[in-house]
């Protein structure tokens, strides 16, 4: 597809279970970034991955949260043992090249409910 | 520490009324300010973004935004708001020298026919 996109679009989950959220950027897009958007609040950074450098987690929020990315495709956001406090939208975004000097294009988010 | 405000958690306006939102930033590089919009259901579009040079950007659907240094203000304006514009808005700081983005926590717009 021409854009970014996620799956799945909604999840409601069990508290104490494990989710796995989708993100297929935009191709040739070597960086890939996740937020975290609570309600009414703005967006949080979680992970961010450059082509095959190292990804930044300084923004993943506990060791429940783990991401993966195949070289420059699709990248994989796990949430184990989930808690009420985890449901919000998680956002994905790619970028040709550095995401804070050039634009984000971003997917529609997968919206999670734990219950 | 590196911020953005965005004062306004919620503005309403009449269709055909002119539009401000409001953006401040604390940031200790020179800072590229972003301006994204986030439709219901939908993802973020960079609407405009400042580097350098002009210090008034023009952008897509008729917004433009004006960085400020002396006042660390990057605000959004529109002359004449359509009832599709109504969304909620992100302002954003990144810099030459990070790779990620800071936002604001939006401005909900909502308009009135």
């Known amino acids: 597809g021409a854009g970014v996109s996620q799956s799945p679009s909604n999840k409601v989950t069990e508290k104490g279970k494990d989710v796995e959220l989708r993100c297929d950027p935009i191709s040739g897009h070597t960086a890939l970034y996740w937020y975290r958007q609570r309600l009414g609040q703005g967006l949080e950074f979680l992970i961010y991955?450059?082509?095959?450098?190292?990804?930044?987690k300084s923004g993943l929020p506990s060791d429940r949260f783990s991401a993966e990315r195949t070289g420059e495709s699709v990248s994989t956001l796990t949430i184990q043992r989930t808690q009420q406090e985890d449901s919000a939208v998680y956002l994905c975004?790619?970028?040709f090249g550095r995401g804070s000097t050039g634009e984000q294009f971003f997917g529609p988010g997968t919206r999670l409910t734990v219950l | 520490a590196q911020s953005v405000t965005q004062p306004d958690i919620h503005i309403t306006v009449s269709e055909g009324a002119s539009l401000e939102l409001r953006c401040n930033y604390s940031?200790?590089?020179?800072?590229?300010l972003f301006w994204y919009v986030q439709s219901p259901g939908q993802g973020l579009q960079l609407l405009l973004k400042?580097?350098?040079?002009?210090?008034l950007v023009q952008g897509i659907k008729g917004f433009e935004a004006e960085f400020k240094r002396s006042q660390s203000s990057f605000n959004l304006r529109k002359p004449s708001v359509h009832w599709s514009d109504a969304a909620e808005y992100f302002c954003?700081?990144?810099?030459?020298?990070?790779?990620?983005?800071?936002f604001g926590t939006g401005t909900r717009l909502q308009v009135f026919p």
């Open positions: 954003a700081v990144g810099a030459w020298n990070t790779d990620k983005l800071i």
């Open positions: 991955f450059q082509g095959n450098s190292a990804p930044d």
């Open positions: 400042y580097f350098s040079g002009d210090t």
């Open positions: 975004a790619s970028s």
């Open positions: 940031y200790g590089a020179t800072p590229y």
